[in-house]
């Protein structure tokens, strides 16, 4: 009996023992967990930018926008910004520029977020022939030739076509899809009762050396630069450009008042063809507005662009150049 009694008394013992090892043990697991929740927490994005000066709000908006992303490293190793988050509103916003545009906000104050973007995306920030970037021939109908984008002197296009006398002056080459198109482009407006004709085109490295330079010796630099390319700065030199004009009207300055500029301003891009450098545009394009020098990208971008209203500079640093990276 008195062996029962003190087996009874040894197990509430145990029992006593095993329920404070099971409380102290949940007990840690709580504390665990949440040291643990904590430790993850530090870990993230949105706790790193609190840590950097965001509020939550902006934590939370950045994370979002850039899905949590590695993009968010380069935010943390700037001082805090929250001009960032009003920038990353813009539709054509490239990451890779950040830093540019907060540098372009910093000494154009009254530039707006949607311009400081298309000027930095178009490399507008830097100076004329001052950034070179060889222009990449094998996008083919999608290079880009300007101001920034260089071909080589070497370049020609591969398959050059004269344009028939019936579209063109004579020795008037363009590539061959280019041609396709505006020939094309061209039945298409003579039934508009619109009869274009094309007066320059494919222009090799030569060619607009002499331009240039024969120019540039007569009225200097400066004045060279404000009327002509530099060689190889030359859209023509790419064989997708075109100075098109209406028969009967053949002037630069009158062009932009002609039905046929209001009819290819409305229907070009349907054959591929676009406006390469539009009225007020010149602080993206870098070029005086040019109603006759149209360009041909071809049916996909050309819609883009003339959908969205932007200028070849700016779809090229997006849809192109952003979209490789
Ligand atoms: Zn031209």
């Not at 320059?200 to 024969?214: A, I």
């Not at 009207?249 to 229907?267: C, H, I, M, R, V």
Request: hydrophobic share 35%.
């Amino acid at each position: 009996m008195a062996k029962k009694m003190k087996l009874k008394k040894e197990a509430k013992k145990f029992g006593g023992i095993a329920i404070l090892i099971l409380c102290i043990l949940i007990i840690s697991c709580i504390f665990g967990i949440k040291t643990y929740r904590e430790y993850k927490y530090k870990q993230t994005y949105e706790y790193k930018l609190i840590e950097h000066g965001y509020s939550l709000e902006n934590a939370k908006k950045l994370v979002s926008y850039f899905k949590n992303s590695s993009k968010i490293d380069s935010i943390l190793s700037i001082s805090r910004n929250e001009k960032i988050l009003d920038l990353i509103k813009e539709k054509y916003y490239i990451h890779n520029h950040l830093e540019r545009y907060l540098a372009y906000l910093d000494t154009h104050k009254d530039t707006s977020y949607k311009d400081v973007v298309a000027i930095v995306n178009v490399n507008r920030d830097y100076d004329f022939y001052e950034h070179d970037i060889d222009s990449k021939t094998s996008d083919n109908e999608l290079l880009i030739v300007n101001k920034y984008y260089t071909l080589n002197a070497d370049f020609n296009p591969e398959n050059l076509v004269t344009i028939n006398n019936q579209y063109a002056y004579e020795n008037n080459q363009i590539t061959e899809e280019a041609n396709d198109a505006y020939v094309s482009m061209w039945h298409a407006a003579k039934e508009a009762g619109i009869q274009l004709i094309v007066n320059s085109s494919y222009r090799n490295y030569q060619d607009q050396e002499d331009v240039y330079n024969s120019i540039k010796q007569s009225k200097g630099e400066r004045e060279a630069d404000k009327v002509a390319a530099r060689p190889g700065h030359s859209e023509h030199q790419s064989g997708l450009a075109i100075d098109v004009f209406e028969i009967h009207n053949q002037l630069t300055g009158t062009f932009q008042d002609s039905p046929a500029y209001a009819w290819l301003k409305e229907n070009a891009y349907l054959y591929g063809y676009i406006e390469r450098y539009p009225e007020d545009k010149e602080y993206l394009t870098g070029y005086s507005f040019e109603s006759w020098h149209w360009r041909y990208v071809g049916l996909e971008a050309a819609k883009v662009i003339h959908e969205e209203g932007i200028t070849y500079d700016e779809y090229y640093a997006y849809y192109i150049e952003n979209q490789a990276e």
